[in-house]
């Protein structure tokens, strides 16, 4: 198995930076349109074979160091009670959405084995079939909080910062649980061959500081402490993680995930040389000429330089309509120009 993306997780010397693309199985890949024509998301999240091969489509075709796992932050959701839908057009919908008391007490810790085994199990196929490290993954407390309490996506988070501000200690029973969940679910994860994790904290970056010290990182450091048990790295991404900088350099994780939006040299000033930083290309760079496309490749890990690793990445998600020989161009000139 090829280990560069795990030696750099440890801030070990590799021979090259390794990159992988957070959502890189998707729609944005022919070959997984043709699989999503047969069976719906929630169906290919839940059969093994399927979400095996899905797994592997972007390491064939784009040439990533790393695959992660093909699944869903909400899959665990579903399995602490809710009801789960992805439309076309809204995205993920949780009907009767958490917003009481009842609700969180209605809501259970859920045991991976017996509510999500088609997860284990595609982690078993694909540690059998993978040339390269395999990412677990699941939401971050907070990030998960916001989908069950507005009950799918949302523009500005009233419902959550409502119970937030309003029933605060409710809130926090509520996230206490949640991190329960997310800390038995990385376990078996892990248990099942996952070679690392990450936490998607993908809405964190609504929060002020203040607030996220006391309605997010409690619960991160938690996990991370738990799951610091087992010896394989931690990735921790916070989308829009500017003006928390100081406040993620306490968790324990092992990695960093940084955005776009936030000069990679300037993060490696604020959160110091402890932490591999992984990221932080723009998403939509991905629609430059090939040549342009190279010049900030060549600028991003020229900044990488400084942190005590770097894993290449975007800054976020990959976005649906990207040209796919841009990708794969990205991950080639990443390779190319960190050769060592
Ligand atoms: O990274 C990967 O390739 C692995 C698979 C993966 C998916 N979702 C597949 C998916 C991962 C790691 C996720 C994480 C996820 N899911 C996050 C955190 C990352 C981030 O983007 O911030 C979040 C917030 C979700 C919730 C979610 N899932 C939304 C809001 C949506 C609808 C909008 C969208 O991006 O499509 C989804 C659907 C989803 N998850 C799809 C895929 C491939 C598209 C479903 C389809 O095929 O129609």
């Not at 969180?104 to 085994?117: A, C, F, G, N």
């Not at 040339?131 to 939401?139: E, M």
Request: hydrophobic share 45%; net charge neutral.
């Amino acid at each position: 198995m090829k280990d560069t993306f795990l030696r750099a997780c440890r801030g070990e010397k590799t021979d090259y930076t390794p990159v992988w693309l957070m959502r890189q199985a998707g729609r944005y890949l022919p070959e997984y349109q043709a699989v999503r024509t047969e069976v719906d998301f929630l169906t290919l999240c839940k059969t093994p074979e399927l979400a095996a091969k899905v797994t592997k489509q972007p390491v064939d075709i784009l040439g990533v160091d790393a695959a992660i796992l093909f699944s869903d932050i909400l899959i665990p959701v579903e399995a602490m009670g809710m009801h789960l839908e992805f439309s076309d057009k809204k995205g993920p919908v949780l009907s009767d959405p958490v917003r009481s008391k009842a609700a969180v007490d209605r809501l259970v810790i859920p045991d991976t084995e017996d509510s999500m085994p088609f997860v284990l199990e595609a982690i078993k196929i694909l540690r059998a079939e993978l040339t390269v490290p395999l990412i677990g993954f699941s939401g971050a407390p907070f990030t998960l909080a916001t989908y069950m309490i507005e009950g799918g996506s949302t523009k500005n988070f009233l419902n959550t910062k409502k119970m937030m501000f309003q029933h605060p200690g409710l809130f926090h029973l509520f996230l206490d649980k949640i991190t329960s969940t997310v800390i038995a679910y990385l376990l078996s994860q892990i248990k099942a061959g996952a070679q690392a994790v990450q936490l998607f904290d993908s809405w964190a970056g609504v929060l002020s500081p203040e607030d996220y010290r006391e309605f997010a990182l409690p619960y991160v450091k938690r996990s991370i402490s738990e799951l610091k048990k087992e010896t394989v790295p931690i990735i921790y991404f916070v989308n829009d993680c500017a003006g928390l900088l100081s406040e993620i350099k306490k968790t324990r994780a092992d990695v960093l995930g940084v955005d776009w939006r936030v000069d990679l040299r300037d993060a490696v000033k604020k959160i110091g040389k402890k932490f591999v930083v992984q990221g932080n290309l723009d998403p939509c760079a991905l629609f430059l000429p090939k040549e342009k496309i190279e010049e900030r490749v060549k600028d991003i890990l020229w900044k990488g330089e400084f942190a005590r690793g770097h894993v290449f990445n975007l800054g976020h998600g990959i976005l649906p309509e990207t040209p796919v020989e841009n990708a794969r161009a990205m991950v080639e000139a990443v390779h190319r120009f960190s050769e060592r």
